[in-house]
């Protein structure tokens, strides 16, 4: 059973449709990660959260908008969606302790299988 | 800067055969090293990992060694079951603190009964 947990699913939205992913974390890890992955390929990093601080930002399109709330949890607001924009998304968190950073996995959740039409 | 190389796939092999899968790596100063699974249908899980040069990281029968010399992290098992059948990444995490992941392109294995 994986320690994150990703909800909904599965998503099924019109280009007009607003939306949420939804991605929550009991481990106490203070670093946050939304990832997109396309079939066969491997995550693409989208945004990092640190402290609930948003720290990376990939160059992603405005019509995704993510958003932090408290240290457990991480939203990822959908808007005007594109075809191309059908993939999985992956939330991940991990530790965050300064000098050891490199040493501590991410642990992702099962993912939401988006689709737009 | 980091970057990661898979060999590539996919690998089919036969229940009870050894397996193995090739990783190198590019790196500024040191990093920690990582294999992840990821299962059909599923996120993905991390399989073994390794912090410094010489260091063995095992589970479920997995092994990978980080060889500093030869910049590798190759995954083996000498014995693969049908339920292995997974999509496997290798990836590495510098020592920022924003420690991002890089992965590499993701090697498919299949198992035949």
């Known amino acids: 059973d994986t320690e994150v947990t990703q909800t909904p699913k599965h998503l099924v939205m019109g280009m007009t449709n607003k939306k949420s992913l939804k991605c929550e974390q009991h481990?106490?890890?203070?670093?946050m990660y939304w990832y997109k992955q396309k079939a066969k390929k491997p995550p693409e990093l989208m945004f990092v959260?640190?402290?609930?601080?948003?720290?990376i930002n990939e160059s992603v399109p405005s019509r995704f908008s993510p958003e932090c709330p408290n240290s457990s949890l991480l939203n990822l607001h959908l808007h005007a969606l594109q075809p191309e924009d059908s993939a999985l998304y992956l939330c991940?968190?991990?530790?965050?302790?300064?000098?050891?950073?490199?040493?501590?996995?991410?642990?992702f959740g099962d993912g939401t299988r988006l689709s737009i039409l | 800067g980091n970057s990661v190389t898979q060999m590539e796939g996919p690998v089919t092999l036969s229940e009870e055969a050894f397996l193995t899968i090739n990783c190198t790596y590019t790196?500024?100063?040191?990093?920690?090293l990582f294999w992840y699974v990821q299962y059909p249908g599923e996120g993905l899980q991390l399989l073994l990992k390794?912090?410094?040069?010489?260091d063995k990281g095992s589970n479920k029968g997995f092994e990978a060694t980080y060889r500093k010399e030869t910049t590798s992290f190759h995954l083996e098992k000498g014995s693969v079951q049908v339920s292995d059948s997974a999509v496997y990444f290798c990836?590495?995490?510098?020592?920022?603190?924003?420690?991002?992941?890089?992965f590499g392109r993701g090697t498919q294995l299949t198992v035949w009964p």
């Open positions: 390794a912090t410094k040069a010489d």
């Open positions: 990836a590495l995490r510098g020592g920022s603190t924003l420690g991002r992941l890089y």
């Open positions: 959260y640190s402290y609930e601080k948003l720290s």
């Open positions: 481990m106490g890890h203070r670093a």
């Open positions: 991940a968190s991990s530790q965050e302790s300064t000098g050891r950073v490199r040493n501590q996995p991410q642990h």
């Open positions: 790196a500024t100063g040191y990093p920690s």
